[in-house]
């Protein structure tokens, strides 16, 4: 009997120690960086429409033969505000191509929001209901992929793109996938084609 009041008064500490390592090795893993299934694998087959003023949608063709960037954004998510000045300062610079994928925007609210805050997508596709969005694994916006020439994901980056980001993580990638050779390259080079 004494046992069992022993045991009702530890078992309260051993929740709370129990809680505390499940936050501690939380606190040590980096939501930045969460791993996505779709690293290294092509891009999902998309063809979306053309937001609000704008001829051209955006399809998973468009990604093809380059190396570029994918955005998620909308005109209601407010990190998303945040990362639009170094996009604006990517796109200027020409280094990678940048398209857009509005995301559960409010019809005209996107092209609203790029008047006002400056436009540098290539391209930017209407993902209304979201769609697109969930098969890129999208976890909130903004989220951006790096696309190789052969339209395979290499890098997923949640939350805004800052300075930083750019500066560390993506321009060193976009140089390096941009100067990997595809396997057309090889066999036009007198390489063999890898599988």
């Known amino acids: 009997m004494m046992f069992n009041k022993r ?3 530890l078992a309260p500490l051993g929740l ?7 936050f501690a090795v939380g606190l040590r893993l980096k939501p930045d960086e969460l791993p996505s299934v779709l690293i290294d694998r ?9 937001i609000a003023g704008r001829e051209k949608g955006l399809s998973t063709e468009n990604l093809r033969g380059q190396v570029s960037l994918i955005n998620v954004f909308g005109s209601w998510c407010g990190a ?3 990362e639009h000045p170094i996009l604006m300062m990517i796109a200027q610079s020409g280094a990678v191509p940048i398209y ?8 005209g609210a996107g092209a609203a929001w ?5 436009d540098p997508y290539a391209r930017v596709g209407d993902d209304a209901v979201g769609r697109v969005a969930i098969d890129l694994g999208v976890t909130g916006a903004p989220e951006t992929y790096v696309v190789d020439r052969e339209g395979r994901i290499r890098e997923k980056i949640i939350g805004p793109v ?6 560390r993580k993506l321009k060193p990638l976009i140089e390096k996938l941009q100067n990997e050779k595809t396997p057309v390259d090889r066999v036009a080079g007198g ?4 599988r």
């Open 42 to 50: 092509p891009a999902p087959e998309f063809d979306l429409p053309p």
């Open 114 to 118: 790029l008047e006002r805050h400056g």
């Open 191 to 194: 390489d063999e084609p890898t």
């Open 162 to 167: 800052t300075g930083e980001v750019w500066r």
């Open 100 to 107: 857009g994928v509005d995301w559960k925007d409010k019809p």
């Open 16 to 22: 709370f120690l129990a809680a505390l390592v499940y």
């Open 7 to 9: 045991l009702i008064y």
């Open 80 to 82: 998303c505000r945040v």
